[in-house]
């Protein structure tokens, strides 16, 4: 009869299998890193956390910007606070290259990251100043010199005025990063037109280059590049990869006068072909979203290929932050991401019957 009554029933069913296996993720995640922590709570080790949109209230933001990304200084201010009472010491991207070629960093460290180059971003500094600590501003350098909105915020708002609930908006976000840059936004503009990438308000736009070389100038503000379009560079071929990094290197320099040498793989997409086109255009630190901490010292490999951890809004931080610590990508984690890449394989099938 329990088989009866499950089974046949494919859409609840699914949704109460997902729920379960999530807590089941959640679960196995929290009982390994408490055991993590217990045997790293004092080796010297780097956690990259990574914030996209920040904003005073979300009930605003969600209306501009797309789910999951955007947090509020409130909870910016909790993570900060909640990492520097775990004994975390704030270290800057200028300490973090330096440590690659010799200085040792000896302690827990805590980078604050932020990317795609979000105007809103700016109304991070008096947080970061509150308490003293620097954060690092990965820019995408194209949409920064023509004012152009980002598409998944694009995309996400004409599908929530069609409807669409998060979860919906989250699948197809996933599919259209699929498709070539240049596809993708000719799609959208087809279907929205000519005044798609307009952005709507100060959430969702860029900085322009008069305020992203002003706030670069600002004692608790570092950049990096991000490529001049958010290049998903596994999509490319090497040469293609290596012509949008310098491109996004060069346009970051032409706009604010700095140099950097550090770059953040735009969706998180790496390659062992990408981290090598970084290197070998000058770029010393390399920054996934694998989410996992950083054993100290970086060595030479590692240092191109740098984990961070998005952070959510809402959460409880003072208790994430032991799961967190882990320097490997914990079994639920690994579990959650084997399930999307089922998922997105049934997807694919079913585009291509």
Not at 84 to 107: D, F, I, N, Q
Request: charged letters at 25%; glycine letters at 8%.
């Amino acid at each position: 009869m329990y088989g009866r009554r499950v089974i046949p029933v494919a859409p609840m069913g699914g949704k109460l299998l997902i729920r379960t296996l999530a807590r089941s993720f959640d679960w196995l995640d929290s009982c390994w890193g408490e055991i993590l922590a217990a045997r790293s709570a004092r080796a010297p080790h780097l956690l990259v956390a990574l914030f996209h949109a920040v904003a005073r209230q979300l009930d605003v933001s969600e209306r501009a910007l797309a789910p999951g990304q955007t947090v509020t200084l409130d909870d910016l201010r909790r993570f900060i606070d909640a990492a520097l009472s775990a004994g975390y010491s704030p270290v800057s991207l200028a300490e973090l290259a330096e440590s690659t070629s010799g200085r040792r960093l000896k302690r827990k460290h805590v980078l604050i990251t932020f990317d795609d180059g979000y105007f809103n971003n700016a109304w991070a500094l008096p947080v970061l100043e509150e308490f003293g600590v620097p954060a690092t501003f990965f820019i995408s350098t194209g949409h920064v010199r023509r004012s152009k909105a980002f598409w998944w915020d694009v995309a996400a708002r004409s599908w929530r005025a069609q409807g669409a609930c998060d979860a919906e908006i989250a699948t197809r976000l996933r599919r259209l990063k699929r498709l070539p840059p240049v596809t993708m936004e000719g799609h959208l503009t087809a279907r929205i037109g000519a005044h798609a990438f307009t952005p709507v308000s100060d959430l969702d736009r860029p900085f322009a280059e008069a305020e992203l070389k002003d706030f670069a100038r600002h004692r608790c503000v570092e950049l990096g590049n991000h490529t001049a379009d958010h290049t998903i560079l596994t999509q490319c071929t090497e040469q293609e990869a290596e012509r949008a990094i310098v491109d996004g290197r060069c346009e970051l320099e032409s706009i604010t006068g700095i140099k950097t040498t550090a770059i953040a793989y735009p969706d998180g997409a790496f390659s062992a072909a990408v981290a090598a086109a970084a290197g070998h255009t000058g770029h010393r630190l390399g920054f996934t979203c694998v989410p996992k901490s950083n054993e100290l010292p970086l060595d030479e490999g590692a240092s191109l290929l740098i984990g961070r951890h998005m952070i959510r809004s809402g959460q409880d931080y003072a208790a994430a932050l032991r799961k967190l610590s882990a320097p490997a990508v914990l079994p639920g984690t690994r579990l959650r991401a084997a399930l999307r890449g089922a998922l997105r394989r049934v997807e694919r099938a079913g585009e291509h019957p």
